[in-house]
């Protein structure tokens, strides 16, 4: 049976937009000065002007900081997963990287909300919330081809 999407290509993309976040604006910060250069609210005097402080997920990484590696996971975890689906010999690993893949999407997400929850989301954050879930609908479509497959065959 031919089928016209290409899940492993669109898997690839949504691997590579992950990728590519890490080098976007992630979340930024707004704060209101006043004109002599200190927090507005906390000197109660009229803001002078409003200051945007953006955040890179790669210039605040800190090796040393576990929560960091954990972070970074939520943009590397479909490399080595599909790796192994191209290059990988033996079909039980790969059929069980391929039951794993929604807990791996689900925690991905979770981490990308947990990590921007009390920012203003930007770009980055956003395209990495997308490829995450455009990753997880190719997996729901590929587990649906695989039930009408079974159905088919058993008929």
């Not at 590579?16 to 927090?39: E, T």
């Not at 210039?59 to 080595?80: A, D, H, Q, T, V």
């Not at 794993?100 to 689900?106: G, M, Q, R, Y």
């Not at 997400?109 to 921007?116: D, N, Q």
């Amino acid at each position: 049976m031919k089928t016209f999407i290409k899940t492993n290509h669109i898997k690839v993309v949504c691997a590579f937009v992950l990728l590519v976040c890490l080098v976007l604006p992630f979340s930024s910060c707004h704060r209101d000065l006043d004109a002599n250069g200190k927090l507005a609210y906390i000197s109660k005097k009229p803001v002078a002007k409003t200051v945007t402080e953006y955040y890179y997920p790669f210039k605040l990484f800190k090796p040393r900081n576990f929560s960091n590696w954990i972070f970074i996971y939520s943009f590397f975890w479909p490399i080595p997963i599909l790796l192994y689906r191209y290059f990988g010999k033996r079909r039980r690993i790969q059929t069980i990287l391929w039951i794993s893949e929604p807990v791996f999407v689900l925690g991905a997400l979770y981490l990308l909300i947990i990590e921007t929850i009390l920012y203003t989301l930007e770009i980055g954050e956003r395209l990495a919330m997308g490829a995450n879930g455009g990753y997880g609908l190719t997996w729901l479509y590929e587990l649906a081809r695989k039930i009408i497959q079974s159905v088919k065959r058993r008929i």
